[in-house]
C-alpha cells in the first residue's frame, strides 16, 4: 500500500461515533432528562500557578481540579502516579524549540535601533546551531527521558513524520550532534562579518559580541537555556541570560521590536492542539510573514526558492501525492539550512485532574488544546458545580478574535466560549458538523482526495462543472464598501479546484452569549473584516494582514450565498484537502484566537478607525497605540465610546452591503444587548460556545465562567470519544545476521494484548540503516495473520550493511488514530 493510499475504511472510534451521534448534529439529540444545556458544571474558575509542583499539592488538598499545563517532569510524574486521588491524561502534540531571532539581513547584520551585530542575521550562523545543539542530552538528561530529539517541524505523532521519514531520517544524521563542525562554521562565518576572536571572546568594533537568550522559567526550558547559553559562551561570546515567565516574555520576543537587540534565542514551546492530518501548512506559518502579525513574523524573509516551495504547501498547489512529497522533501531541507528555528524535542507531556473529574482531551493537544474539553468536563457523579482550572500564566496577552492572545494558556479558556462550525475527532483529528448540518464536497478529477466518515458527501467532477458563477463575490472594495463580483474581476470565469455547497439547520438555535440571535449577518460581517483590514484605501487598514490576504487570494475563487432559510454557502477555492470532511467552509465567525459577533467586533474596529487601538500588535507597536483588548485594559474605555454613539445612531457598519442583512429593528436589539451586557460583565468578549466569559480579573490573573444556558445543544453531545485505541509493535528476530543474506523478522501488533485487526491499519513499512545510520533499504510488511507481520529482508538489501550494529525500524499507521507507532530492533550486521 503506498503513502498516499485512500483512506477506505473506518476507524473503530469513528464507527461508533457515527452509529451513535448521527450525522445530521443539529440539537434534536435525545438527552437525559436531566442534562443541561450548554456544559455540565455551572461556573469555570481559571487561576494562574507557575509552580507545577505545587499545582500538584494543591490539587491533593482539592483546591484545583485540574492543572492543565502540559508537564514533562519525571519526579512529578511519579508523584502523580502514586496519588489514588490523581489521574491523568497524556497528550503528544508538545514540542520544544529555539526561536531565533534574525532582524537584520547578510548584508546588514545589525539591530536597528541598536546599531549593533547580530551573528544571527546569517543563515549559516543559523544552520550552525543544529551541530551545536545535543537534542539527545536534551531529551534524555534535561527531560528526564520524557522527550525525543526532534530535528525538523514534523511531529513524531502525526502522520507526515510517517509518510516523510526518509527524509526525515537523512536530515537527523546530516544534523546529528557534531561541534566541531559548528565551531568551524562559527568561526567562518563570524570572521567574513569583520569579527576578531581576543582572548577566548569575539569581538566587533573593539567590543565583545553579545548574544542574547530568552530562558523561559516554568519547565525544563530553563535547563534548555541554560545549557544553549553555556555552549554559547564556549564559542566565544558573551550571554546575557534573562529569565523569565511566560508573561514576561511575550512583550520582548513575541510582540516587541526584534531590531530592538533584547534578545537573540527564545527557549520556545508550543502545542498542536488538535491532532493534524496535513502539516504542510505548517511550514507557511512558521518561517514566513505570513504566519502571524507580529513584529517578529515581520522578519521572516525566506529565500524565494524556499517561500515557494512553503507557500505551495500551504495552498496545496500539488496534483498528486508524489508532487506533494517532493515539495515537502524540499520544505523539510529549507528550513533547515534557513534555519528561524532549531527543533529540539517532541515532549511525551502530561496533566493531572482530581480522579472524580471526567473530561474529553485531545491525542495531541491534551486538555489545554482541546476543543472538547469544555463541553464535556464534569464530576463524575453528578451534573452541576464548580470547579478551579490552574494553568503557569493566564491573561498574558490581550484577547481580541482576530489577532489577540495566542498564548496555549489563554487559548484554553476562549475555546471553551468559542466554536467552529465543525468540531474535531480528538483522536484522527477528522471533522463532524458542529454548528452547519452538512456539506457536499465537489472535486476536481484527479486531485488526491478521500473520503471516511458519510455525513459529507464527495464527488469528483470535470474541471468545467466547477466553473464559478459571475455573480459569486470575489473581493472588496473597500471605497465604495461592496464585494465586487466574479463577472466583474475575471475577463473569463474561472474554475476551482474544489467547490463545496455548506447547509445550516432550518432552526439552528445559535445565540451570542449577550442574547443576540445568531444572524447571516455575523457569516458576510466575518467576510467583509478579513478582505477590507488588507485594502489600503479602508479605514482600518493594516499592512500586517496583507500577507494572510495574499495567500487567501492565491486560492479563493468566490462565494454564494445561496439561501437564508436555511443558511446555504456555496464556496469556490483552489485550496483543497487530502481529506473530503476537512475545514468546510461555512462563514462560522471563528477567527485564529476567538469568535465575535458583526456588532461587538464592529464596536472594537470603530475604535481601530479612530486611531485608539489596533487588532495586530504589530500595527499597534508601528502606531504607538493600544493592542484591542475586549476584556480589560485602557481598550475598555476606547470600546465604550465607540458603542455609546453607535447605540445613538443605531449604526450599521458596511452599510452598503450589510444593510441587506441588517434591519434597523436588529441593529437596535443588538446594541440592547451589548450594553446591557457589557454593563453586566465589564467587557465585549462574545461567543456561541458552552461557557461565556463572567468575570475576569487582570491583575490577579483570573478568568471567572460560567454555563451559556441558551446554547443549543445539550451538554451530552460529545460524550461519545473514549479512550485512543494505539498498536503496541513487538519485534524479533536473530541478535546478527551475515550481510547478503536473506532474513525474516517477526513483527506482533497488538492492543491490550490481542491481536490489532488489520481493517484497523492504514499502512506499514520498515526501513533499514547500517552502522552509520544510513538509510539502506526501506519497504512494506508482509501479512501473515491477524496481528502477526514480518519484515522480509531480501539479500540484495542486507547486502547494503557493513560490519557492525545495525538496526531496523518498523513504523505501523493506524485508523483509529492519525499517529504513526514505530519500534526499533538492534542487531549486528557481519560480513562474510
Do not use: C
Not at 510517517?162 to 536530515?171: D, G, M, Q, S, Y
Not at 490576504?549 to 475563487?557: G, L, R, V
Not at 501479512?783 to 539479500?795: D, F, I
Amino acid at each position: 500500500m503506498s503513502n498516499w493510499s485512500n483512506f477506505k475504511k473506518i476507524a473503530a472510534l469513528s464507527l461508533v461515533f457515527a452509529l451513535v451521534m448521527g450525522f445530521g448534529l443539529t440539537g434534536e439529540l435525545a438527552a437525559e432528562e436531566d442534562v443541561p444545556y450548554g456544559g455540565y458544571l455551572d461556573a469555570i474558575v481559571g487561576i494562574e500557578e507557575a509552580d507545577s509542583a505545587a499545582a500538584v499539592t494543591r490539587m491533593e488538598a482539592g483546591e484545583i481540579h485540574i492543572h492543565a499545563e502540559t508537564l514533562t517532569d519525571p519526579d512529578l510524574l511519579e508523584r502523580v502516579q502514586d496519588d489514588e486521588s490523581i489521574q491523568y491524561v497524556e497528550n503528544f502534540g508538545s514540542y520544544g524549540e529555539l526561536t531565533i531571532n534574525p532582524a537584520g539581513t547578510p548584508e546588514e547584520p545589525y539591530f536597528e535601533e541598536t546599531g549593533e551585530l547580530n551573528p544571527f542575521a546569517v543563515p549559516r550562523m543559523r544552520e550552525a546551531l543544529n551541530w551545536l545543539v545535543d537534542r539527545d542530552y536534551i531529551a534524555d538528561e534535561l527531560y528526564g527521558g520524557l522527550a525525543a530529539p526532534k530535528y525538523t517541524l514534523l511531529g513524531t505523532a502525526f502522520t507526515d513524520y510517517a509518510r516523510h521519514i526518509e527524509t526525515v531520517r537523512e536530515i537527523e544524521v546530516e544534523y546529528s550532534h557534531n561541534p566541531e563542525k559548528a565551531a568551524e562554521i562559527i568561526e567562518e562565518e563570524m570572521l567574513a562579518l569583520g569579527a576578531e576572536m581576543d582572548d577566548g571572546l569575539w569581538h566587533y568594533d573593539g567590543e565583545p559580541v553579545e548574544v542574547g537568550t530568552l530562558i523561559r522559567i516554568e519547565d525544563e526550558r530553563h535547563d534548555v537555556g541554560d545549557y544553549v547559553s553555556d555552549l554559547l559562551e564556549d564559542q566565544g561570546f558573551v550571554v546575557t541570560r534573562n529569565y523569565v515567565t511566560a508573561a514576561e516574555a511575550s512583550p520582548i520576543w513575541m510582540t516587541g521590536n526584534p531590531h530592538a537587540g533584547e534578545w537573540s534565542i527564545y527557549t520556545g514551546g508550543w502545542i498542536s492542539t488538535v491532532v493534524s492530518r496535513d502539516e504542510g501548512p505548517d511550514f507557511d506559518f512558521f518561517f514566513t510573514e505570513r504566519g502571524l502579525g507580529t513584529p517578529l513574523y515581520m522578519e521572516y524573509a525566506p529565500p524565494e526558492e524556499a517561500d515557494e516551495v512553503y507557500h505551495r504547501l500551504a495552498i496545496r498547489d500539488f496534483e498528486d501525492m508524489d508532487e506533494r512529497a517532493a515539495l515537502f522533501e524540499e520544505a523539510l531541507w529549507y528550513s533547515s539550512e534557513n534555519a528561524k528555528r532549531i527543533w529540539t524535542d517532541d515532549s511525551l507531556s502530561f496533566s493531572p485532574h482530581r480522579e472524580e473529574i471526567t473530561l474529553a482531551h485531545d491525542f495531541a493537544g491534551g486538555i489545554s488544546g482541546s476543543w472538547l474539553w469544555g463541553h464535556t468536563v464534569r464530576y463524575e457523579d453528578e451534573i452541576g458545580g464548580e470547579i478551579t482550572v490552574s494553568m503557569p500564566s493566564i491573561l498574558s496577552e490581550p484577547w481580541n478574535p482576530t489577532h489577540g492572545s495566542n498564548w496555549i494558556f489563554d487559548m484554553m479558556f476562549i475555546r471553551a466560549t468559542s466554536e467552529a462550525g465543525y468540531m474535531f475527532d480528538p483522536y484522527t483529528g477528522l471533522h463532524y458538523p458542529n454548528q452547519f448540518e452538512s456539506a457536499e464536497v465537489y472535486i476536481r478529477e484527479g486531485l488526491p482526495v478521500d473520503q471516511t466518515l458519510d455525513w459529507v458527501e464527495l464527488e469528483f467532477v470535470a474541471e468545467e462543472e466547477n466553473t464559478v458563477p459571475e455573480d459569486a463575490w470575489y473581493d472588496w472594495d473597500a471605497e465604495a464598501q461592496e464585494f465586487t463580483t466574479v463577472g466583474e474581476e475575471f475577463d473569463e470565469l474561472p474554475t476551482a479546484n474544489r467547490r463545496v455547497v455548506t447547509t445550516y439547520p432550518e432552526d439552528h438555535g445559535i445565540t451570542w452569549h449577550d442574547g443576540s440571535e445568531f444572524s447571516l449577518a455575523d457569516m458576510v460581517w466575518f467576510l467583509i473584516l478579513d478582505l477590507d483590514r488588507a485594502q489600503e484605501e479602508s479605514e482600518i487598514f493594516d499592512s500586517a494582514t496583507v500577507p494572510d490576504y495574499e495567500s487567501f487570494m492565491d486560492t479563493f475563487k468566490g462565494v454564494r450565498i445561496l439561501d437564508d432559510d436555511p443558511i446555504t454557502i456555496e464556496w469556490y477555492s483552489d485550496l483543497y484537502y487530502l481529506d473530503a470532511e476537512m475545514y468546510i467552509p461555512s462563514l462560522f465567525p471563528l477567527w485564529d484566537q476567538g469568535s465575535g459577533a458583526w456588532h461587538n467586533m464592529a464596536v472594537a474596529f470603530q475604535a481601530e478607525a479612530s486611531g485608539n487601538v489596533a487588532h495586530t500588535a504589530d500595527k499597534a507597536d508601528a502606531e504607538d497605540i493600544e493592542w484591542a483588548n475586549y476584556i480589560g485594559g485602557p481598550s475598555l474605555e476606547y470600546l465604550e465610546e465607540e458603542l455609546e454613539w453607535m447605540t445613538e445612531e443605531n449604526y450599521i457598519p458596511y452599510e452598503n452591503t450589510l444593510g441587506e442583512f441588517i434591519s434597523e429593528e436588529e441593529a437596535q436589539q443588538r446594541y440592547e444587548n451589548l450594553n446591557y451586557w457589557f454593563e453586566e460583565q465589564n467587557h465585549f468578549w462574545l461567543g456561541t460556545g458552552p461557557y461565556h466569559l463572567d468575570v475576569v480579573h487582570p491583575v490577579e490573573g483570573i478568568v471567572e465562567m460560567a454555563r451559556f444556558e441558551d446554547y443549543n445543544h445539550p451538554a451530552d453531545r460529545w460524550e461519545i470519544f473514549a479512550d485512543p485505541i494505539i498498536p503496541e509493535i513487538g519485534v524479533s528476530g536473530p541478535g546478527s545476521i551475515f550481510v547478503g543474506d536473506a532474513e525474516i523478522f517477526d513483527v506482533e501488533i497488538e492492543f491490550e494484548g490481542e491481536a490489532f485487526a488489520s481493517e484497523n491499519i492504514l499502512e506499514t513499512s520498515y526501513l533499514l540503516f547500517d552502522h552509520n545510520n544510513n538509510l539502506v533499504a526501506s519497504g512494506e510488511l508482509s501479512e501473515v495473520e491477524e496481528g502477526h507481520w514480518q519484515v522480509e529482508l531480501e539479500e540484495e538489501e542486507t547486502a547494503a550493511l557493513t560490519t557492525g550494529p545495525s538496526r531496523l525500524e518498523v513504523i505501523v499507521s493506524p485508523l483509529t488514530v492519525a499517529s504513526p507507532s514505530i519500534q526499533t530492533f538492534e542487531f549486528v550486521a557481519i560480513e562474510q
